[in-house]
C-alpha cells in the first residue's frame, strides 16, 4: 500500500509492509508506507510495518480512525541516505492536520521518531513508545508568517458519515495519553546529522516523551479561563484560538524520557533499560527488561465514556458502528481484567515475537 488514496469505512488488517521508499528515490509529499486521506471510520490493526520512509501516515480528515496493536520500527533513513525534503526523516505514525476522535492503542512505536503530530482530538493509550514526538503544534498553516489567511482550514465530519459537518483550523491540543509506556532510545548519530541539516536540535527532536505540549493548559486551567469578562473581550484577546487542554494518567516515562509537566500522576523511573527490535530465526523479536524495573501498577480499563469528545466534531471515541468500546484486550488478543500501563497483558520472559503470525524478515 504505497503512495495515497481516500480510505473511508475500510480496515487494513495483518499485512506486512516493509522497505518502502527508504532510499529517498521519490521525495515530498503523499509518500508512505499506508498513506490515507479521508480515514474516517477507518481501522488499522495487527500490521507489521517497518523499514518505511514513513510507517503510517493520516492526512486530513482522521475521524473515527482507530490505529491498534501494530508494530512500528525502522522506520527512518538508513545510513549514508542524503535527505530530499523536510518530510524525508521518517516516522512510524503521521497525524495531519485532522479533529479526530483518532484512537491509537497498544501499538509498538520502535523508530527514532514515534510520531509527526500536526493535528488534535487524539488519543494514545496503552502504547509502548520509544521514539520522539515531533512538529507538535507546527505544520497547522499554510505559510510561515502570521497572516490570518495562513491557517489550515480542514473539514469535519458528521459522525460516521461523509458529510461535512464544518471546516475549522487546528487549536492544537485536545489529547490524552493514558496508561503508555514511554522509553528514551541512545541517539543515532547519522539520524542526528539528519535532523541538524533540517535545522533541527537533535537533543530535543529525538526526546521521547510528552513535554512537547507544555504549551497547552490542563483541563481546568482551559475552563477557569472563560469568565464572564474574557468572553466579553474575546474579539480583543483571541480566547477562543487559544491552544486546546491535554490529558494524562496511567504514564510511565523510562530511560529519561521526559514528561509535561501536566502529567503530575505519571511515574518516572530512572532504573536503565532497553528495548531493541532484532531479527530472530526468520521472525522479528522485540527484546527488553523494562518489566523488570516496571512497578506492578495497575491501570483502570479504558472504556468510550473515559476519553470524552473530541473537541471540533464533538464525536465520542467510538467504535466504527457508533457502538462504544473497551480496551479490554492486549496486542495479541488477550483478554484483560487488571490492565497495566503498556500493550502486554503482562512481562513475560522479555521478548515477544512482533506478530504472531510471524513473517520472513
Known sequence: IVGHMGCAFSRIENCHIHHINTRQELSGAEIGGIKLHAAIDTVISGNHIHH???????DWQAQGTRVTGNAFHHNEPPAGVRLRG???LGEDLFLEVSHGPTLVDRNL??????????????????????????????????????????????????????????????LGGDGRFLNNLFVQQPAKPHLAGLARAMGEDPETFFRCGTFPW????????YVSSFSRQAALSAWQTGIYYRPLPMRYGGNVYLNGAVKDSKDTGAQEIPDRVSAQVIGDDGRW???????????????????????????????PFDSPDGSRLALDTDYFGRTISNPIPGPFLNGGPGAWILKERALPS
Open 109 to 170: 512505536f520502535l523508530s527514532a521518531v514515534s510520531c509527526r503530530l500536526s493535528a488534535q482530538g487524539f488519543a494514545f493509550c496503552h502504547n509502548l513508545i520509544a521514539g520522539s514526538f515531533t512538529f507538535v503544534g507546527r505544520g497547522v498553516r499554510n505559510t510561515a508568517d502570521d497572516r490570518a489567511d495562513a491557517v489550515r482550514y480542514t473539514p469535519y465530519h458528521v459522525p460516521h458519515s461523509t458529510d461535512i459537518a464544518g471546516f475549522m483550523t487546528i
Open 285 to 315: 523479536v522485540l527484546r527488553t527488561d523494562l518489566y523488570r524495573v516496571l512497578p506492578e501498577t495497575a491501570c483502570p480499563l479504558i472504556r468510550t465514556e473515559n476519553l470524552g469528545l473530541a473537541f471540533e466534531p464533538e464525536q
Open 214 to 221: 507544555e504549551y497547552c493548559p490542563s483541563e481546568a486551567a
Open 86 to 88: 523536510g518530510l524525508s
Open 52 to 58: 518505511c520512509t514513513r510507517g503510517l501516515w493520516l
